[in-house]
């Protein structure tokens, strides 16, 4: 049975004295959307650069939502959580309501969501957010290697860990908002990385790539290249290379994701026999005005 309550309730920031009680709305509640990509929700919440808000009836906890930080007038929304006792909406537009008006402030024009779970769809309607775009996935099975080299000047290697500032610049130049990915998420995603390499040129990092490895294949988790080296080949070099190593540790399939309007990247991708296999993800946003 759902309890209705009428009562509005009380937004506060979160701290870390409320973590516990985070941890278990989280585990307790049908409606939970979680996007952390490489961190847990623990990490995630505890970081001073995430925005993060929660909804309170009396001392009952009653909802949690959580953004990236903002990045180039954009961000993400992380985390969203409402108990299962209660009026999810009106926890959900009492909590975006100061969540808007704190990134507003914070110069924050776009908001953007992966839609995980189906219950989140019509609460996001009612607070203004709309589909904009599809995440699809694309699988290359097994099968030969596009044998592709860099171009003359430009030799691979693999990534250190002195390399991310350099790589976070590359990510920004390659992707528009809210793309880009936050120097935090690019370090733990090269920390978990099965394969990291960089392109490099005149001994600077032109493009890169990071993979993961998962229970029967390897996932392309990230691949930009400088807009100015763009089409000369290098990202064909990086993926050529990594499907080689990969073939020689006995890994022959991989995943990738990227956006559906993304053409490019997908032709790209198709050069490399990886098909669309189906597995879509709505990405929705909400112009902050
Ligand atoms: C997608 C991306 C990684 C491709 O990198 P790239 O180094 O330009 O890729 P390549 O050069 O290997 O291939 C791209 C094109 O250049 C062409 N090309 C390859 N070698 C070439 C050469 N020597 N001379 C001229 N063109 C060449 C390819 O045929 C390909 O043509 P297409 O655009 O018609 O498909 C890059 O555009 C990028 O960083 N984009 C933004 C971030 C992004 O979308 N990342 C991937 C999705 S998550």
Redesign the pocket.
């Known amino acids: 049975m759902t309890l209705r309550s009428a009562v509005v309730p009380t937004v506060k920031p979160y701290e870390r004295r409320y973590r516990q009680a985070v941890r278990d709305l989280i585990f307790r509640s049908y409606r939970v959307h979680t996007h952390l990509d490489w961190q847990e929700v623990e990490d995630w919440l505890d970081s001073p650069d995430h925005p993060a808000l929660l909804a309170w009836v009396g001392d009952r906890l009653v909802g949690a939502l959580a953004a990236s930080a903002p990045l180039s007038s954009a961000c993400w929304l992380r985390l969203v959580v409402v108990s299962d006792f209660g009026d999810a909406g009106r926890a959900i537009s009492t909590l975006w309501q100061a969540m808007s008006e704190y990134l507003r402030m914070r110069g924050v024009r776009t908001v953007a969501l992966l839609i995980s779970r189906d219950w989140m769809l019509s609460h996001l309607r009612n607070i203004g957010f709309h589909p904009v775009e599809d995440i699809v996935t694309l699988a290359r099975a097994r099968q030969a290697v596009l044998d592709v080299a860099p ?1 003359d000047d430009v030799f691979l290697r693999l990534i250190y860990p002195d390399d991310i500032d350099a790589l976070t610049a590359i990510d920004h130049a ?2 528009a908002p809210p793309w880009q990915m936050e120097r935090a998420d690019v370090r733990l995603a090269e920390k978990v990385s099965s394969i990291a390499t960089a392109a490099v040129r005149d001994g600077t990092i032109i ?1 890169y790539s990071l993979y993961t490895v998962y229970v029967d294949g390897a996932h392309l988790a990230r ?3 400088v807009p100015q ?8 070099a990086l993926i050529s290379d990594a499907l080689h190593r990969f073939a020689r540790r006995s890994i022959f399939t991989m995943t990738v994701n ?1 956006q559906a309007s ?1 053409t ?2 997908q ?2 991708y198709q050069r490399f026999g990886f098909v669309l296999n189906g597995f879509d993800l709505p990405v929705w946003m909400i112009d902050l005005v």
């Open positions: 171009p390659a992707f493009g691949l930009a290249v080296a763009q089409g000369l080949g290098i990202a064909s990227t993304n490019r990247s032709q790209l």
